[in-house]
């Protein structure tokens, strides 16, 4: 089993990730912490495999826990998936160089984590089974792990700009998934999937639309990349 801390100073969203990963098929939840210095303490007692890390914390940034995470890793290596509102290109640039397997950023769909816990652990399986590498399982192993942001599993390219094209052509207040979906074409479960991936990797953002009934209506809407018009 995958032995995984949660690190959220949100209760409730501590314990939604926590039934999230509960429910997926090899892991296990062993603990979870509030804030930087609980982290700190729960990896050293409890020794995690993976830690699902906020980078907003009330006592210390995430980003400093990950350092000394892995200041300490010669004592016990940890793996993390960092779980954050911010979307910063500072925040993502630090936590790459402190070796984070993946960066999900909130909201999202629930969706989106089960499909970064499985890529972890397809990962993590298949590292085990190596033992003394050439370089074409090198480089198959770095270039599997760097394509997962950009391309998930069931994220085609040719879709991907469809949805692209359907935002940028959206109006300023940007689309629910409804509005994408009757544009595109595609199913509804589908068009989510995609919006979530570009908002996942900085294309897209999404705001609740309050002031209807019920749940607040999600709007997706396209990011301009630097130096665009």
Do not use: W
């Not at 090198?138 to 998930?152: E, K, L």
């Amino acid at each position: 089993m995958i032995q995984v801390l949660v690190v959220d100073d949100d209760f409730m969203v501590a314990r939604l990730h926590s039934s999230v990963v509960s429910r997926q098929p090899g892991f296990e939840v062993i603990g979870a912490a509030r804030n930087g210095h609980e982290a700190l303490a729960a990896v050293r007692s409890l020794r995690p495999d993976l830690v699902l890390l906020d980078i907003h914390l009330p006592d210390m940034s995430g980003l400093e826990v990950l350092r000394r995470f892995r200041e300490s890793s010669g004592d016990y290596p940890v793996d993390v998936i960092v779980i954050s509102a911010a979307r910063d290109l500072e925040s993502v640039r630090t936590a790459l160089r402190g070796g984070v397997f993946q960066y999900l950023v909130k909201p999202f769909e629930i969706e989106s984590l089960r499909g970064k816990l499985t890529e972890y652990a397809e990962h993590r399986e298949e590292l085990q089974r190596l033992t003394d590498v050439d370089q074409a399982e090198v480089d198959r192993v770095f270039r599997a792990q760097g394509s997962r942001p950009v391309a998930p599993k069931g994220i085609s390219p040719e879709t991907t700009d469809l949805v692209i094209q359907a935002l940028g052509d959206a109006a300023d207040d940007g689309m629910s998934a409804s509005d994408c979906a009757s544009v595109t074409g595609l199913s509804r479960s589908s068009t989510r999937r995609y919006l979530e991936h570009l908002v996942t990797i900085g294309r897209a953002e999404m705001r609740p639309r309050y002031g209807v009934a019920g749940r607040p209506e999600r709007r997706y809407r396209l990011l301009k990349r630097s130096g665009a018009g």
